[in-house]
Nanobody, 123 residues
């Protein structure tokens, strides 16, 4: 399994960024996928999960601002981040779960991770 993120960067508060994650090495269309983030000194948290059928789930703090999507033809997921806030600053990771079907948002259920892409939001 290989996951490669791209699209991070620096932006002012209120701005937008779009993250991408290209996946390979497993039957991508059959699995949920997730975006997580980690701030130094804190636990990694789930930002958004998308099911194999395209149904999204979001953590409360990004609901209405972030949109997760997937393109099964390109084995890629996306995270469109709008109205970014300073507190969104983190390393963002793409992750694939161990099992098919409904998946918990806990990071322990995702054994496969990308290298991460940094998102920095300044005031």
């Amino acid at each position: 399994v290989q996951l490669v993120e791209s699209g991070g960067g620096s932006v002012q508060a209120g701005g937008s960024l779009r993250l991408s994650c290209a996946a390979s090495g497993f039957p991508f269309s059959l699995y949920s996928m997730g975006w997580f983030r980690r701030v130094p000194g804190k636990e990694r948290e789930a930002v958004a999960i998308i099911s194999e059928l395209g149904r999204p789930r979001y953590t409360d703090s990004v609901q209405g601002r972030f949109t997760i999507s997937r393109d099964n033809a390109k084995n890629t997921i996306f995270l469109q981040m709008n109205s970014l806030k300073v507190e969104d600053t983190a390393m963002y990771y793409c992750a694939a779960p161990r099992n098919r079907g409904y998946v918990s948002t806990h990071p322990d259920y995702f054994p496969y991770w990308g290298q991460g892409t940094q998102v920095t939001v300044s005031s």
